[in-house]
């Protein structure tokens, strides 16, 4: 964690040197979001589905820069932690009787680039509206394999979150949302944005799931709806 921050608080310094121009801003993002999955399967004996909402936050640095009164864009590093599971059972035509959760918890560096347009509905407030794309890049992720038929049965159930590598290391998205932009001062921008993230790459590494797992040809795409509060300031 704590590098994390020098990381950011780095960042920061640099842009702010290197950026130092007109039509350029920057900013800081905090992202509460909710995480979820979906997937299909191959020629498998087995169903699954996401086991519900889970939340997560992320925080980082963005430059923006604005190219029109009414457009810009802009390019953030997003440190993001995100929980999400799935739940197994089996098709009536298999014999063996599954129940398992697999709980995942996820650290991601997230690089969206996002085009904005900004519109003014009222005195020093504008309505947005943006759409983009980004990259995921996996640092860690760990899970804890829940079996309501072998709870205790160390080799099919787990009892704290352990490092895996089930899951691959790149992802890429899809993004769009909208929100409003406060003008505190003419050079201070207070904005929050609602955006829902699509995944559209596999992050399931089909063949190398280790046990207890039984999952073995799972096509899995993360999604989740990001709240952006982000206060930019011009340079």
Do not use: C
Not at 131 to 154: N, Q
């Amino acid at each position: 964690m704590k590098k994390v921050l020098l990381f950011a608080a780095v960042l920061t310094f640099t842009v702010s040197g290197l950026f130092a121009q007109k039509g350029i801003s920057f900013g800081l993002r905090a992202i509460p979001t909710l995480n979820w999955t979906s997937m299909t399967d191959g020629d498998s004996l087995y169903s699954y589905e996401s086991d519900g909402i889970k939340l997560g936050m992320g925080f980082g640095p963005s430059i923006r820069y604005k190219f029109s009164d009414n457009f810009n864009v802009d390019v953030s590093g997003i440190f993001t932690w995100q929980k999400f599971g799935i739940h197994q059972t089996n098709e009536s035509t298999n014999p063996v009787v599954i129940d398992r959760t697999e709980d995942f918890k996820v650290q991601f560096l997230q690089i969206p680039l996002n085009f904005n347009g900004q519109f003014d509905v009222a005195q020093d407030f504008q309505a947005l509206i943006n759409f983009g794309v980004g990259t995921g890049f996996k640092l860690k992720s760990t899970r804890i394999i829940s079996d309501l038929k072998h709870p205790e049965d160390p080799d099919y159930s787990t009892f704290e979150y352990k490092t895996t590598s089930v899951l691959n290391i790149i992802d890429f998205y899809l993004t769009a949302g909208a929100g409003a932009v406060y003008n505190i001062e003419d050079n201070l921008h207070l904005s929050l944005t609602v955006q829902y993230n699509n995944g559209i790459l596999d992050s399931w590494r089909n063949g190398k799931n280790s046990s207890p797992s039984t999952i073995e040809d799972l096509n899995l795409k993360h999604k989740n709806v990001a709240f952006s509060l982000a206060f930019y300031i011009d340079l």
